[in-house]
């Protein structure tokens, strides 16, 4: 770059020397120095424009390095975040399915209960009709009763309902389903 940089000064140098001879002004000598102190000073820019372009090239190196190392700290944490997370979510999950376990076997309870109520209600209204039918059987068999009574035949006189009612109150291991 210096050499072409100095055989293009040199045909500037020599423009300018044919220029400066033409007006008469100053000698070749002295336009020679011109020339050297104008090519020695661009030099001394440009090596302090390269310095500056290093030293913004190593800023941005050195940005970029620091923001490289944030970046990983950064990912450290998310990455730490994350994994608490996910055992926050199996310790949910886990929770979650003893919480469905447990409203399955409720709902079954509550089923049988309701079940249980249903067929306690039908008994107690089969109950009331029974009590309404057993006081006409009542009637019934105190007429029945009665005949018999008249009548000597014994077989007359049995009251089978009487007899079954007081055989299951004397076998309470005897239980017969309600529903």
């Given at each position: 770059?210096?050499?072409?940089?100095?055989?293009?000064?040199?045909?500037?140098?020599?423009?300018?020397?044919?220029?400066?001879?033409?007006?008469?002004?100053?000698?070749?000598?002295?336009?020679?120095a011109?020339?050297?102190?104008?090519?020695?000073?661009r030099?001394?820019?440009?090596?302090?424009?390269?310095?500056?372009?290093?030293?913004?090239?190593?800023?941005?190196?050195?940005?970029?390095?620091?923001?490289?190392?944030?970046?990983?700290?950064?990912?450290?944490?998310?990455?730490?975040?994350?994994?608490?997370?996910?055992?926050?979510?199996?310790?949910?999950?886990?929770?979650?399915?003893?919480?469905?376990?447990?409203?399955?076997?409720?709902?079954?309870?509550l089923?049988?209960?309701?079940d249980?109520?249903?067929?306690?209600?039908?008994?107690?209204?089969?109950?009331?009709?029974?009590?309404?039918?057993?006081?006409v059987?009542?009637?019934?068999t105190?007429?029945?009763?009665?005949?018999?009574?008249?009548?000597?035949?014994?077989?007359?006189?049995?009251?089978g309902?009487?007899?079954?009612?007081?055989?299951?109150?004397?076998?309470?291991?005897?239980?017969?389903?309600?529903?």
């Amino acid at each position: 770059m210096a050499s072409s940089s100095g055989s293009g000064s040199s045909g500037s140098l020599s423009a300018a020397l044919a220029a400066a001879a033409a007006a008469g002004g100053g000698t070749e000598e002295e336009l020679r120095a011109l020339m050297e102190q104008r090519r020695a000073k661009r030099m001394l820019s440009n090596r302090e424009s390269a310095r500056r372009s290093r030293m913004r090239k190593q800023r941005h190196l050195d940005d970029l390095t620091a923001q490289a190392a944030h970046l990983r700290r950064e990912n450290a944490h998310v990455a730490a975040a994350l994994g608490l997370t996910a055992q926050g979510l199996l310790a949910v999950d886990a929770e979650n399915a003893v919480l469905r376990t447990q409203a399955a076997e409720l709902a079954a309870r509550l089923a049988s209960l309701n079940d249980i109520i249903a067929c306690v209600s039908n008994t107690n209204a089969a109950a009331a009709a029974a009590a309404a039918g057993a006081a006409v059987a009542v009637s019934i068999t105190a007429a029945a009763a009665a005949a018999a009574s008249a009548s000597s035949d014994p077989f007359l006189a049995f009251d089978g309902a009487a007899a079954i009612d007081d055989l299951l109150k004397s076998c309470p291991e005897m239980s017969f389903p309600l529903c």
